[in-house]
């Protein structure tokens, strides 16, 4: 079982920046890989950036490739998105979500393990 966090959502303006948060805690993390999701209202899930644990590989959707980052702190358990360049369409719940393989994966329904979301908010 693996329990997932997440902290750092708030409201930013257009063309500022957020750091996401999550905690992970509960079995080993060796072969797991850690999504980031988000999910606006009225619309589906989507997959916004995913690494490997403990570290190395990272993928992302189109729509933020060199906008966001994702990293690790394999001492403090926890996975991190940072966000540069923020625009309105951003705004949405984000989700970190967690399952045990080895390749990356962006289909939400492929993640076992889920945190409780955190609100983003771009005001224009």
């Known amino acids: 079982q693996v329990q997932l966090v997440e902290s750092g959502g708030g409201l930013v303006q257009a063309g500022g920046s957020l750091r996401l948060s999550c905690a992970a805690s509960?079995?080993?993390?060796?072969?797991?890989?850690m999504g980031w999701f988000r999910q606006a209202p009225g619309k589906e899930r989507e997959f916004v950036a995913v690494t490997n644990w403990p570290g190395g590989r990272t993928d992302y959707a189109d729509s933020v490739k060199g906008r966001f980052t994702v990293s690790r702190d394999t001492a403090k358990n926890t996975v991190y998105l940072q966000m540069n360049s923020l625009k309105p369409e951003d705004t949405a719940i984000y989700y970190c979500?967690?399952?045990?393989?080895?390749?990356?994966?962006?289909?939400?329904?492929?993640?076992?393990?889920w945190g409780q979301g955190t609100q983003v908010t771009v005001a224009s």
């Open positions: 979500a967690a399952r045990q393989t080895f390749v990356l994966h962006s289909d939400p329904a492929s993640y076992r393990y």
């Open positions: 509960g079995r080993a993390f060796s072969s797991l890989i």
